[in-house]
C-alpha cells in the first residue's frame, strides 16, 4: 500500500520569504501522479501543483515550484515571495496511474504561518 | 462554472442516527469520490464511483455506503452514527480526460453527538 509522510507538522516564514514543505512517500509503482493541495480555513481542499512520475523536469506554477527526487521517494514545495495568503494546511498527496482509480492518498498535513 | 457543490455545509446528529450527504460534480465531471478528514489529519478515501458503478472502497466500516445518480451526482450514506464518524466530510469529482486531477467541494462538517 502506499503511504505519504509528512514529517513537518508547522512551518513559519516571513512574509515575501522562501520557505520549503517536506514530503515523501512509498510505492512499488513507476508511474503516478503526486500532488500539493492547500486547505485554508474556509476548508476547500485547492490543488496548488502536480508532478508526473515519468517526467524527470520539476513542475512549477508560478511562485510554486516542487523537487521531485523519484529515486529517494522524495517531493518538496518550495513557495517564493511568501504572501499571507499562503497562511493554510498543505496536504501532499498521491494518486496511482493503474487502473482508472482516483484514489488518492495523503499525508498528515503541514500547517504554514505566514508573519508580516 | 460551478465547482463542486456539497450540501448540506453543518449538520449535527445523535449516536446511533443516519446520515445523508449529497455532492453534485462539476459539469462533464463523471467521477466523484468521497473522504473523511478526521481533525488534524489528512483526507482518508472511502468511496469512488464512476458512471454509476463503484471503482474503489477505502478501509471503511460497511455502515458506509454511497450511490451515484444519473447526472453524476452522489450521495453517501452512513448509518448507525458512532461519535468517531464526527469529521469533515470532502467530495471531490475528476474528468475521466487528462490528468484527471480532483476538484474538491468545501465539505460537511458532520458533529455526532
Known amino acids: 500500500a502506499q503511504t505519504v509522510t509528512q514529517s513537518q507538522p508547522e512551518m513559519s516564514v516571513q512574509e515575501a520569504e522562501t520557505v520549503t514543505l517536506s514530503c515523501t512517500y512509498d510505492?512499488?509503482?513507476?508511474?503516478?501522479?503526486l500532488f500539493w493541495y492547500k486547505q485554508p480555513p474556509s476548508r476547500q481542499m485547492i490543488l496548488v501543483i502536480r508532478?508526473?512520475?515519468?517526467?524527470?523536469q520539476n513542475a512549477t506554477e508560478n511562485r510554486f515550484s516542487v523537487n521531485f527526487q523519484k529515486a529517494a521517494k522524495s517531493f518538496s514545495l518550495k513557495i517564493s515571495d511568501s504572501q499571507l495568503g499562503d497562511a493554510a494546511m498543505y496536504f501532499c498527496?498521491?494518486?496511482?496511474?493503474?487502473?482508472?482509480?482516483?484514489?488518492?492518498?495523503f499525508g498528515k498535513g503541514t500547517k504554514l504561518t505566514v508573519n508580516p | 462554472d460551478a465547482g463542486v457543490t456539497q450540501s448540506p455545509t453543518h449538520l449535527i446528529k445523535t449516536r446511533g442516527q443516519h446520515v445523508t450527504l449529497r455532492c453534485s460534480p462539476i459539469?462533464?465531471?463523471?467521477?466523484v469520490s468521497w473522504y473523511q478528514q478526521v481533525l488534524g489529519q489528512g483526507p482518508q478515501f472511502i468511496f469512488q464511483?464512476?458512471?454509476?458503478?463503484?471503482?474503489g472502497r477505502g478501509n471503511f466500516p460497511d455502515r458506509f455506503s454511497a450511490r451515484q445518480f444519473p447526472n453524476y451526482s452522489s450521495e453517501l450514506n452512513v448509518n448507525a452514527l458512532l461519535l468517531g464518524d464526527s469529521a469533515l466530510y470532502l467530495c471531490?469529482?475528476?474528468?475521466?480526460?487528462?490528468?484527471?486531477?480532483?476538484?474538491f467541494g468545501q465539505g460537511t462538517r458532520l458533529t455526532v453527538v
Open positions: 471531490a469529482s475528476s474528468s475521466s480526460l487528462g490528468h484527471r486531477e480532483a476538484f
Open positions: 510505492t512499488s509503482e513507476s508511474d503516478y501522479y
Open positions: 498527496a498521491y494518486r496511482s496511474s493503474q487502473g482508472g482509480s482516483e484514489k488518492l492518498v
Open positions: 508532478q508526473e512520475a515519468y517526467k524527470q
Open positions: 459539469s462533464g465531471h463523471k467521477s
Open positions: 464511483y464512476y458512471e454509476k458503478e463503484e471503482r
